[in-house]
């Protein structure tokens, strides 16, 4: 934009040179001069329009904002969908949980890439549930939050796993991403399990505590929720269409 006012300025002096030269050659001739002062001030008013309209808005009333900075940071077409719990943060930190365990060549330093986030989301289930954060940090240390010893490992260090035999101990030493994803599977289930216990069950939609019952049935007998939230039976489409056959094979009108 500095390049362009530079130019535009440059020729409008160049202009204006041009029409004092033509002026002075014909002083003696006032209309010359009069003609002269109207094309100067035609010029300058067509460089102030021009001026105007190439130049940006003003960046106030948008807070200052840049030509080049978007106008939503992020765009909402790019902004991040994914949560501290979903799957693809899961599955992005066990395959760096493998690839720490290849490259270091041990299962422990595996299990210290997963243990953070499992650990997290462990304490956050328990918090909400009402479990006191002294006694969740002390259930996670003794590992007292699940009967599996190895999902209990994995979470907390002072835990030992179990033994193992000569044979999971040459995988481990051979292949060491294999057991950390598999210990790591056996975590994130426990988890799962304990999060589900931990956490307050949906309230029924006729005001009871306890989770909401489970109907099972066939296709044809499918429950329909009325707008008073009980369930009824759905009748069967067809039903309507069905008349009794007569000796004959003829339906009977």
Avoid: N
Avoid at 5 to 32: D, H, I, M
Avoid at 114 to 128: H, I, K, M, S, Y
Wanted: glycine letters at 8%; a negative charge.
């Amino acid at each position: 934009m500095r390049r362009q006012l530079l130019a535009a300025v440059a020729g409008f002096v160049l202009v204006l040179v041009g029409v004092a030269l033509a002026v002075l050659a014909e002083w003696p001739s006032s209309s010359t001069v009069e003609t002269g002062l109207l094309v100067a001030v035609a010029l300058l008013a067509l460089l102030l329009a021009a001026l105007k309209i190439r130049a940006p808005p003003d960046s106030t009333a948008d807070g200052r904002r840049s030509s080049t900075e978007p106008f939503a940071s992020p765009p909402p077409e790019e902004v991040a969908s994914e949560y501290p719990l979903s799957s693809v943060a899961l599955a992005r930190i066990l395959d760096g949980a493998g690839e720490t365990a290849r490259r270091e060549g041990t299962v422990e330093d595996g299990i210290d890439v997963v243990r953070p986030a499992l650990r997290d989301t462990l304490v956050g289930a328990l918090t909400q549930g009402g479990t006191a954060a002294e006694s969740v940090d002390g259930l996670l240390e003794s590992g007292e939050w699940t009967d599996d010893p190895v999902a209990a490992s994995v979470l907390s260090e002072h835990v030992d796993p179990p033994d193992q035999s000569l044979r999971a101990r040459f995988e481990a030493w051979l292949f060491p991403e294999r057991v950390v994803r598999r210990r790591a599977r056996r975590a994130t289930e426990a988890v799962a399990v304990a999060a589900e216990a931990a956490l307050p069950t949906v309230p029924r939609t006729d005001g009871t505590p306890g989770p909401s019952p489970t109907v099972t049935t066939s296709l044809s007998g499918t429950p329909a929720r009325r707008s008073t939230g009980d369930f009824s039976a759905r009748r069967d489409p067809m039903a309507t269409c069905r008349r009794p056959i007569a000796a004959g094979g003829v339906h009977r009108r």
